[in-house]
């Protein structure tokens, strides 16, 4: 039997160009997402290799009948999102936070918890975070805690869950559909001066993301690190 792998936010973004990368690699995938539309619409340009469900990683009971009806499995990725978009600190409010916390830290934790019964014991997990944690961007306070949050578990699951692999890929700045909260053309300024920045001298594809998971997927002898896909703009750009 080929690796199986369940992708978990599968459906868009770089969860769907993990899936598109390891299912032309040979993997057996199964991606999940909490939208019909986005599945069916995924599921007909990944091609009949891919398989997948509609599951909300938010609802235990929703991730625990997925997973029983997915079976054995030997990688999980863990790819979901909360709200998109900034805030500045003094307008954010608790309902947000939650929302926040729910859609991403909550979401995370419950998809691994609920994928263990069925992770093959050499396996791994790999989850995504982003550059706000341990960043000081103004305006991302929220997004800041709950990424961090994501990467505190990192370590200390490659520890409790070993042999186990448990790893997490951090993305920059990223070219998908969680900057659509910005008009197109405030979009395209805000990468041109986010690319001018960076010593790679452009913003990330979410295939650039999906290639360090397939690293993180592959590479048997990594675990508890974080890998940071950023083009370098934590160094700044050269002078």
Avoid: C, Y
């Amino acid at each position: 039997m080929r690796n199986r792998v369940v992708i978990v936010g599968g459906t868009s973004g770089i969860g769907l160009a993990t899936a598109r990368r390891l299912a032309s690699h040979g993997r057996e995938v199964i991606i999940a997402g909490r939208g019909a539309g986005r599945l069916a619409a995924a599921l007909a340009e990944l091609g009949p290799d891919v398989t997948g469900q509609t599951v909300d990683a938010r609802d235990e009971t929703d991730l625990a009948r997925f997973f029983d009806e997915v079976g054995p499995i030997d990688h999980l990725v863990v790819t979901v999102t909360g709200p998109s978009g900034t805030t500045p600190f003094r307008e954010l409010g608790l309902d947000l936070v939650r929302q926040h916390v729910d859609g991403k830290l909550l979401a995370h934790t419950a998809a691994i918890q609920a994928a263990l019964p069925h992770l093959a014991a050499g396996g791994s997990i790999a989850l995504v975070s982003a550059a706000s944690a341990g960043g000081s961007m103004p305006t991302t306070a929220a997004l800041a805690a709950v990424n961090a949050g994501v990467e505190a578990m990192v370590p200390v699951l490659a520890v409790e869950l070993a042999p186990l692999r448990v790893n997490a890929v951090s993305p920059g700045v990223i070219d998908t559909d969680w900057w659509s909260f910005l008009p197109d053309g405030a979009r395209a300024e805000v990468f041109d001066s986010i690319a001018l920045s960076t010593p790679a001298g452009r913003v990330g594809t979410a295939d650039d993301v999906a290639h360090a998971i397939e690293f993180l997927v592959d590479n048997s002898f990594t675990t508890g690190i974080v890998v940071r896909v950023d083009g370098g703009a934590r160094l700044g750009a050269a002078k």
